[in-house]
């Protein structure tokens, strides 16, 4: 895929195939160059203050759409807080996506820079998926940002009632260990898991969901994420640091909620059906990849469903970017959103600078616009060769 010369329908949606079988061909042109958003987590108060002020004409129009099609004022809350009020995550997810969105047309119009002549390819960890497909074409910003701030809420209804059926309090916890160890620890948490879940197979399914942990993410080369009740991830740890001869390291993550997991069930029912076939535009700007697969979304029935399983499967982030960057030929990872650990994550499998005409940055406040738009400047000829 070139990037300075626009696809026809037809050439994009060649291009997805060809992506997905691994851009085995000499003739088959590279993602070379990548954006990625940010995942729940990242939200902090007055995280729009700073684009409002460098960026007004941009950013208050912006921010006074995204309240009129909530139909509530969250960037008061986004502002004002209290941190406990955005970290809900009927109210952290649309505040993340929409301020990744939000940098983005900032990009657009104040630099003009054009995202189907500079992007080959898009991808977001976890929440940030919905802001890769606003991106790339696939769903409508309003859309995806009242299916976010809804799904939110049933994520949270979901996690509510788990803790009351269960007196136990859920979330995510990392695990980090050594790189070479990561491969016999997911083994090992796997292997636990099976076994756990022969004891439950009697269970309702209800609470089959709740006893259930799941591994949630996998997010790096030394880090997985594991979801569902911290009592019952203690106990997994407590077995693989006794019989399965690891000791990771374990990070409870900014979280109240096992995303990724089954008690989040009722959330992928919601996502079935919602995502009817009118609502994405097929094909998009360029291809998208699935956290579900970590390979492009093929067709629209395929983003409808994967983007759906995303509520309850694991997300494959580490895979993902190993896909890009091992078999797709990207070089250069621009990131937008609030935070850095998208960037820390990227750069983990890819390194900071990687090849020649390569490099990762990332876009969280507005002094980085211009040095990053510097930085992608100077290498657009050699990454693209």
């Known amino acids: 895929m070139s990037c300075r010369i626009p696809l026809r329908p037809s050439q994009l949606r060649q291009c997805c195939q060809q ?16 954006l990625f958003f940010p995942g729940h987590g990242v939200q902090r108060k007055g995280m729009l203050e700073p684009w409002l002020e460098a960026f007004p004409n941009t950013c208050k129009p912006f921010v006074e759409e995204m309240d009129d099609i909530l139909g509530i004022k969250l960037s008061r809350t986004i502002e004002e807080g209290p941190p406990s009020l955005l970290d809900k995550t009927e109210n952290a997810q649309p505040a993340i996506m929409a301020t990744s969105v939000m940098i983005l047309k900032v990009l657009e119009k104040e630099f003009g820079f054009k995202v189907d002549e500079r992007i080959n390819v898009t991808l977001g960890h976890s929440l940030g998926e919905y802001a890769a497909l606003v991106a790339a074409g696939y769903l409508d910003f309003d859309f995806a940002l009242k299916i976010v701030r809804r799904r939110g809420e049933v994520m949270g209804e979901c996690t509510k009632k788990a803790k009351e059926e269960s007196g136990e309090t859920f979330g995510m916890m990392a695990l980090v260990c050594e790189p070479d160890q990561l491969d016999s620890l997911t083994s090992a948490v796997n292997e636990w898991l099976s076994y756990d879940a022969e004891g439950t197979r009697d269970d309702s399914s209800a609470t089959q969901a709740i006893r259930q942990v799941t591994l949630a993410n996998k997010n790096s080369k030394n880090q997985i994420v594991l979801s569902g009740s911290f009592l019952r991830i203690r106990e997994l740890l407590t077995h693989i640091r006794e019989f399965g001869g690891h000791d990771p390291r374990a990070v409870e993550l900014k979280s109240r909620s096992a995303f990724h997991s089954p008690i989040m ?10 995502m009817t076939p009118d609502v994405v535009h ?7 990849i699935s956290n579900v697969t970590a390979l492009p979304f093929d067709s629209a029935d395929n983003l409808r469903k994967n983007l759906s399983r995303q509520a309850i499967d694991t ?18 990872w621009l990131g937008l959103g609030p935070g850095k650990v998208g960037r820390n994550l990227v750069s983990k499998e890819v390194g900071r600078s990687g090849a020649k005409g390569g490099g990762v940055w990332s876009i969280s406040e ?20």
């Not at 085995?24 to 042109?29: L, Q």
């Not at 097929?282 to 998208?288: F, I, L």
């Not at 997300?315 to 070089?331: M, P, Q, R």
């Open 265 to 274: 069930r009722p959330a992928f029912e919601y996502m079935k059906k919602v």
């Open 19 to 34: 992506a997905q079988r691994g851009y085995a061909s000499a003739s088959t042109p590279a993602l070379r160059t990548a």
């Open 366 to 385: 507005p002094r980085e616009v211009e040095e990053t738009l510097k930085g992608l400047d100077e290498t657009e000829s050699e990454a693209n060769r």
């Open 315 to 332: 997300v494959l982030w580490w895979d993902s970017i190993k896909y890009l960057h091992e078999k797709a030929g990207t070089k250069r």
């Open 282 to 288: 097929w094909p998009g700007k360029m291809p998208t």
